[in-house]
Each structure stands twice: as structure tokens, then as C-alpha cells.
């Protein structure tokens, strides 16, 4: 298969060593319809990242399609200040019914890092107006990644990723052995007004699964000593670990629902940048007051709540409840495991790890020696037989949209066996 390499050369990508960009080109595509995408020669490739993990129902689905038509004929933009619109008030509703009842409020932002930015931001001032304006830290994980901008760096945990912006970040105490938790928390509580955590898998920091028992021993202690947690679940989310949302295998009961929770990229079907963060009314409460104050959240950005990705919001969110997607996905779901379960055999692949539609594992790299980084062979070399996956570092991993069929997911495995045979062995 040959691949179509673009002529422009103006572009500069992200995470990407341009230097290396005439070895390996980006391709061109053109068109992208259910897990495939169609570059302008008509090779098809298998979308096994669900493009940056955000294709959770694959590409184009035509029910999201005509509500984004539609809605750009009506109502492309509005100032989200003064004025609201029934697209935001529908995806509000919709997204609360299926969050923990402790979640009572949504803000709208664009992307992820903003939605973790803006969860940093009420945490805290949140405790600034609640009689805490000491508690000025931001806990969190060990491998964390919460996304690229100066907050949601700060409580990430990928330092090769941030290395030169290290100075202008702040410190964020690091909860680095799950065994030290109520530890770790006690001594650094009377400062900290929250922890971040992924819950259930750290995705970019290396595709790391934890126990849901922590999370629970988390809330706990983070109850008892007034700190408050944010579940990012812009990775985990709408079905990615197997539930709707991680959190409903941790528990949604007010003992153990989060304070916030961070969403995007499934949130519009992988179509449309829009974010949510949603927050309980106790968090809410504490932001109302006369002007004079000063306890407005002075927040927002040029896009907040667009129309047009609200459509496509509503329309993601009616495909998941009436084809009732996170059931019926199940059975897929088991057979990608069932292959991910056999997959490493005889290959050069160990620590194998997987959750939902999530299977990853560490490649024993046998180029280390030769100093060749293997991550874009292998992406260079997948994309020869049709298939697009993009290991992190020294992982290889596996995250399509979650409506793979059988056929889909065995071609997926089978070609990555291929691959792995032709340069690894
Ligand atoms: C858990 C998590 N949080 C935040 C982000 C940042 O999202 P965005 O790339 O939309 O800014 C990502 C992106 O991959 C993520 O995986």
C-alpha cells in the first residue's frame, strides 16, 4: 500500500520531531467512515487510536453528522455571557443524569487541558471562599497527564513531555505509593484543596491500571480531611473502560463520587472540540454572592458551549442510551480482551495490561542497543499494511472506537502481529 504524502511543509505538528518528518511523512485523509479512515488515494487504514481517542463511536456517524448540519443552519455561535441556548441546557441535562448525583452543575469549556484548568481554578477558589485560602495545592498521581497547558502540566507527572517549562510550573505534591496514601494526604492536607487523578488508567503516562480500591480509600480521606477529588475522565470516558464513566466501578454513591469531573473527547462523538466540568452544588454554592464579593468564577472562552458542538453532544449522547451502546458493546468488548489475552506469544511484548477496550504492553525493545526509536517504525510500518496505531514510547497499545466488530478487531491484531514479526524478529 502506498501512502500519500502531502506537499505542504508550512504545517508544524504536534508532538512531532519535524526533523524527522521526510523520513516519515504524515498522510493525507480525506475521508473516515466507522473505525476506517481514507486517505486521497483510497488506502484504508484502521483507526486503532480512535484518532487521539476520541472516535469512541468511529468516524462519521451520520446521526451525528445531520445534527451538526443542521445546527450550523440555525445557530453557529453565541456569546456565552448574557446568553444561553436549549443545546447547552440539553447537554447539561443529559450529561448530569449520568453523572453521581452529587454532580449538580456543568461548565462548558473546549478542549481537556481546559477542562482540568478550569477544575484547578475552582478548587481553588473554592477554599479561598469557603474560609480556606491556605489551601492553595494540587495533589496528584505519579505518571499523571492531564493535558498540555501550564495547569494541567503542573499536576502531570510526564516530565519528558514538560522538561523545559519545569520553571514556570507549579509544584504539585505527588502521590507516589498507593501504600502511603492516608500518609501522603495527612501531610500535605492542611495546604492542599485537591487531588487530580485519572481514575482507573493512567493513559499517556504509559497505559498504567490501578486498583479501584485506592480510589475508594482516596474519597475517603480526602472527606475527612476537606480536599477535594477531580476525576479527569476525558480519557476514561463514555465507555472506554467497559462502564459509561470509570467511576461506576468505583462507586457513585456519595461516599465515594468525585467533587468534579473533567469531560471531552467522546463527549461529541469525536467530532466537535467541546469540554465539561462538572462540580457539586456545595462547590457551586460557595461562588455565589453580591458582585462586590469578588466571588465570580472569571472564567470562559471565546467558544464555551458552542452551539454546534452542543448538537453533536445531544447526538452522541442519544446514540449512546437508544442503541444502547455501553450493553451491547460488551460482547466485543470480552472478544478484543480474548485477543489481547493471547496476543503476546511469541512476541517480544511483556507486562500485558488491559481494561475495557484498552490492552497495552511494554515492547522489549530490541533496537534500544542500536539507539532507534521504535515507536515510529512501527506506526510507519503499520501504516504500509492499513492499519494506524502510535505506540507511547516503549507501549504498544490498542484503543479503538468502541463499536469495533470482530472482523475489525481481528484484522487489528493480526496486522500488528505482522508488523511486530517483520521488524522486531
Ligand atoms: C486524561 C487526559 N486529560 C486531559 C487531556 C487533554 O485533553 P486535550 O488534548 O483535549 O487538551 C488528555 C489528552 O489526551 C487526557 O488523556
Not at 462586590?292 to 453532544?313: E, L, M, Q, R, V
Request: hydrophobic content about 40%.
Amino acid at each position: 500500500m502506498s501512502t500519500n504524502t502531502p506537499k505542504n511543509t508550512q504545517i508544524w505538528l504536534p508532538f512531532t520531531q519535524m526533523s524527522e518528518i521526510t523520513k516519515n511523512p504524515p498522510i493525507e485523509i480525506k475521508k473516515a467512515k466507522g473505525a476506517w479512515l481514507y486517505d486521497n488515494n483510497n488506502n484504508k487504514y484502521l483507526d486503532a487510536v480512535a484518532s487521539w481517542w476520541v472516535s469512541a463511536l468511529g468516524h462519521n456517524n451520520p446521526k451525528i453528522a445531520k445534527a451538526i448540519g443542521e445546527q450550523a443552519k440555525k445557530l453557529d455561535q453565541v456569546i456565552f455571557a448574557n446568553c444561553t441556548h436549549t443545546g447547552a441546557q440539553e447537554v447539561a441535562k443529559k450529561v448530569l443524569n449520568l453523572l453521581p448525583n452529587k454532580l449538580q452543575k456543568v461548565f462548558f469549556s473546549d478542549n481537556g487541558s481546559t477542562a482540568v484548568e478550569v477544575s484547578l481554578k475552582l478548587a481553588l477558589q473554592y477554599h479561598h471562599q469557603t474560609g480556606n485560602p491556605q489551601k492553595t495545592k494540587i495533589m496528584s498521581l505519579n505518571d499523571a497527564y492531564h493535558g498540555d497547558t501550564i495547569g494541567a502540566m503542573s499536576v502531570s507527572g510526564t516530565e519528558h513531555f514538560f522538561a523545559p517549562y519545569k520553571p514556570m510550573l507549579f509544584k504539585s505534591p505527588k502521590i507516589k505509593n498507593w501504600n502511603k496514601l492516608e500518609q501522603t494526604i495527612i501531610k500535605h492536607a492542611h495546604k492542599t484543596a485537591a487531588i487530580i487523578v485519572e481514575p482507573l488508567i493512567q493513559a499517556a503516562g504509559g497505559m498504567k491500571i490501578y486498583h479501584i480500591k485506592h480510589l475508594q480509600q482516596l474519597a475517603k480521606l480526602c472527606k475527612k480531611h476537606n480536599v477535594l477529588v477531580i476525576y479527569d475522565e476525558i480519557a476514561t470516558g463514555f465507555g472506554r473502560t467497559g462502564t459509561m464513566f470509570a467511576m461506576d466501578q468505583i462507586g457513585t454513591s456519595n461516599l465515594y463520587a468525585p467533587d468534579m469531573v473533567c469531560l471531552s473527547k467522546g463527549l461529541t462523538g469525536g467530532t466537535v472540540a467541546m469540554s465539561i466540568t462538572a462540580c457539586s452544588n456545595k462547590i457551586y454554592k460557595a461562588f455565589l454572592g453580591p458582585y462586590s464579593a469578588n466571588k465570580t468564577f472569571f472564567h470562559g472562552h471565546s467558544y464555551t458551549a458552542n452551539p454546534i458542538a452542543c448538537a453533536a453532544s445531544i447526538a452522541t449522547l442519544d446514540i449512546f442510551a437508544n442503541q444502547n451502546i455501553i450493553k451491547n458493546m460488551q460482547k466485543n468488548m470480552q472478544y478484543f480482551n480474548d485477543c489481547a489475552q493471547k496476543f503476546a506469544k511469541n512476541l517480544p511484548l511483556k507486562n500485558f495490561r488491559a481494561l475495557g477496550w484498552v490492552a497495552a504492553w511494554d515492547i522489549d525493545d530490541v533496537r534500544k542497543s542500536q539507539k532507534q526509536r521504535l515507536s515510529p517504525i512501527i506506526t510507519k510500518t503499520a501504516l504500509k499494511y492499513g492499519l494506524l496505531i502510535r505506540p507511547l514510547g516503549n507501549v504498544l497499545y490498542f484503543w479503538p472506537p468502541i463499536t469495533l466488530t470482530k472482523t475489525e478487531i481481528d484484522f487489528m491484531f493480526n496486522t500488528t502481529k505482522k508488523v511486530l514479526n517483520e521488524i522486531m524478529i
